[in-house]
């Protein structure tokens, strides 16, 4: 943000991120929408910044009426082997005060992860007791990354984990674990 010459905007930034209210406006100068890297408080993610761009459009457009829902989008990490998570860990969850069962799956012994020869593969699937959501998903290993779109799916959209696990999965496939996994 240096170089823009916020102050003339009278737009207040703290270590180049621009605090902002619910509808992506500047909590300073709610004339400036802001999206990206320079939003103080979302996943630096591009796909966020995308997500975000379409909102602040439509606020523009319709007024400041749409919000951003982070809670659903994961994050991945493109190594080997993978890694990536979506929504609450168990502590965030136990600390909201959600009852909650947690699914452990050591996968390394799956036929998936013995295929790609994996030297790890974990998974943990955390569920609401009372309703039997998915408020957490977390992953390490082969596909880990494709995977957890199914979970964030699951979590953006109400379905239950014994819905997930009811699916037919088409086997052998990375996808067909999830059965497993809950």
């Not at 300073?28 to 602040?56: F, H, K, M, R």
Request: glycine share 10%.
């Amino acid at each position: 943000v240096e170089g823009l010459d916020l102050g003339a905007g009278v737009i207040v930034h703290r270590e180049g991120r621009i605090e902002i209210d619910e509808h992506l406006r500047s909590r300073s100068n709610p004339d400036v929408y802001v999206c990206g890297d320079a939003v103080w408080n979302s996943p630096q993610l591009s796909a966020v910044a995308t997500y975000e761009g379409g909102i602040v459009g439509r606020n523009i457009v319709d007024g400041p009426k749409h919000r951003p829902d982070y809670g659903h989008i994961p994050a991945c990490l493109y190594s080997i082997p993978a890694v990536a998570s979506v929504g609450l860990t168990e502590a965030k969850a136990r600390e909201r005060g959600l009852g909650v069962k947690i699914h452990l799956n050591n996968m390394q012994d799956w036929l998936t992860a013995r295929t790609y020869a994996e030297t790890m593969a974990w998974s943990k699937i955390i569920v609401e007791d009372a309703t039997d959501r998915i408020v957490g998903a977390h992953m390490v290993g082969h596909a880990g990354e494709e995977l957890i779109h199914i979970f964030a799916l699951a979590m953006k959209h109400a379905i239950t984990a014994s819905q997930l696990a009811d699916m037919v999965y088409g086997f052998p496939t990375f996808s067909a674990d999830i059965r497993n996994m809950l």
